[in-house]
């Protein structure tokens, strides 16, 4: 997708981080915008911070984890809009510890939103995308745990190897259909946005009732701190991510370094090895257990 003037972009998550930053680069390109989140303050600031540059926004409280609210948001879309064109399933949330002191809130909670988000987003705008019969392109924010399997993560990294299988997946569907909708995968590492405080939004139903484990609060401390250390602004991602729907391209992995890391966990399975340690590259970002 080459040409965004006048063109719909729907992106989930917009209220913080990458998707207000995706927000801001489509205003800037002439996109208008149907923006989604669920913490309806967050989403108000972006709304209004876009509305005064002149932009043709929609503001819209969704929780993604939802199928009927998506639906809802697709049916506002193509109501007020008449199309979608660029759609950036990016709304997430993180949990951590070891796997098996994760609660079966934890998995409902970052499962239902990284997961179930991208579900709905796809099974309520692709089909109508395909009728439109215009040249779309998909966006799905994974991460590079999503290509990882680092310890004390691993709710997290499930949901993320599941928007990466998802968007694979598409991506052949798409082509044996021959249809003109583009899929990328976003990919990042640690980057400073409001993902590590991503239990602000939990709700109340599925909040744990038994306090955090040694290894939970460790794991929480360790993404506080790698998260705001991050070089790579959630701006330059964004703009990364613009650039390679432009250019059709599917992995968007925007911190190289880390591809030592994925390109070690493939050899790992090439070669039928046991997995070799995810963090053997830069081991002072290891999550600790305690
Ligand atoms: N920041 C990083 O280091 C990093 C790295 C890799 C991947 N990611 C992924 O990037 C995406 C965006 O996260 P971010 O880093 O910008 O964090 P963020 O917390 O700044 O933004 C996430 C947004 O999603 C919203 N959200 C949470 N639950 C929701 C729900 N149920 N329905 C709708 N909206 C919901 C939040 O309110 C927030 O505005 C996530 O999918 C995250 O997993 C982040």
Redesign the pocket.
Known sequence: MKDFKNKVAVI????????REFARIAADRGMRLVL????AD?LKLVVDELRTRGAHVIGEQ????KAEQVEHLANRTYSEFGASHLLFN?????SGGLIWESSLKDWEWVMG??VM?VVHGIHFFIPRMITQGDQCHVVN?????GLLSAQTMGVYNVS?HSVVTLSETLFHDLRVSESKIGVSVLC????P???S??HR?RPSDLANDAPLTDSQRAAQQASSKA?SS?KIT?QSVAETTFSAVEANQFYIVTHAKIMQSVHLRLDDVRHLRNPSDPFAYKPDAAYPVK
Not at 36 to 39: C, K, L, P, S
Not at 90 to 94: E, F, L, P
């Open positions: 989930t998550g917009a209220g913080s981080g990458f998707g989604a989140d669920v913490q967050a969704v929780d993604v984890s990016n709304a997430g949330v993180a939103v990284n988000g924010t994974a991460s590079v745990a993320k990042p590492a640690f980057v946005t409001g993902i405080e991503s939004n998260v991050g959630a």
